[in-house]
């Protein structure tokens, strides 16, 4: 089993910088890719960026140039970097592992969310 928790969110200004951290406790050699979602509020869950198992990263065009993800050696934190917010980036943000289980099949787990709002 793998447990998520978020942490590092808050109230920023515009043009101001956040970093997001996610500590992974489990079955940490069961974590395949590592990601961040978001929800804004009244719309729907979006995927912001992702760390693939093999190193490779992703990040969503709405977010790129601005944020960045990174991952430690062990597996076992994700942050996500985030400089020159904006209002529209102000959302609940949520930790996600693929998770590989015992019969071949990925299933997602989840964080329980940190909030990050924009506002002057």
């Known amino acids: 089993q793998v447990q998520l928790v978020e942490s590092g969110g808050g109230l920023v200004q515009p043009g101001g910088s956040l970093t997001l951290s996610c500590a992974a406790t489990g079955d940490i050699s069961s974590i395949d890719s590592m990601n961040w979602f978001r929800r804004p509020p009244g719309k729907a869950r979006e995927l912001v960026a992702s760390f693939e198992n093999g190193g490779r990263t992703i990040i969503t065009d709405s977010v790129k140039g601005r944020f960045a993800i990174s991952r430690d050696g062990a597996k076992t934190m994700v942050y996500l970097h985030m400089n020159n917010l904006k209002p529209e980036d102000t959302a609940v943000y949520f930790c996600?592992?693929?998770?590989?289980?015992?019969?071949?099949?990925?299933?997602?787990?989840w964080g329980q969310g940190t909030q990050v709002t924009v506002s002057s």
């Open positions: 996600n592992a693929a998770v590989l289980g015992a019969g071949g099949w990925f299933d997602d787990q």
